[in-house]
């Protein structure tokens, strides 16, 4: 009843930036904690940045103060700004969120379909 749809991944030369959005819709009533994970070839996938209900803001050691997570919850929105792209960056990027779908707890967990970030050295 919730679907995470990403835009914004591309190709990009190193030291380029993208800005990865994520559009929630659907059945929802509140969403508490978003955020952005990503998996490259032949790796596990890993947290890259999160952010709660209250704006507070999480980043992988790997990212911190290159990428900027941000949210709208007026419009369903959560979105990743990446600078100063490097190529160990590549990997599909997926938007998570856990959604509550009624008055009623709890929430639950939702992913959307990823989308690829290719960075060129």
């Known amino acids: 009843q919730v679907q995470l749809v990403e835009s914004g991944g591309g190709l990009v030369q190193a030291g380029g930036s993208l800005r990865l959005s994520c559009a929630a819709s659907?059945?929802?009533?509140?969403?508490?904690?978003m955020g952005w994970y990503r998996q490259a070839p032949g790796k596990q996938r890993e947290l890259v940045a999160t952010?709660?209900?209250?704006?507070?803001?999480n980043y992988a050691d790997s990212v911190k103060g290159r990428f900027t997570i941000s949210r709208d919850n007026a419009k369903k929105t959560v979105s990743l700004q990446m600078n100063s792209l490097k190529p160990e960056d590549t990997a599909v990027y997926y938007c998570?969120?856990?959604?509550?779908?009624?008055?009623?707890?709890?929430?639950?967990?939702?992913w959307g379909q990823g989308t690829q970030v290719t960075v060129s050295s």
């Open positions: 659907g059945r929802i009533f509140r969403m508490n904690a």
């Open positions: 998570n969120a856990r959604v509550q779908t009624a008055i009623q707890p709890p929430d639950g967990d939702y």
């Open positions: 952010i709660t209900g209250g704006g507070i803001t």
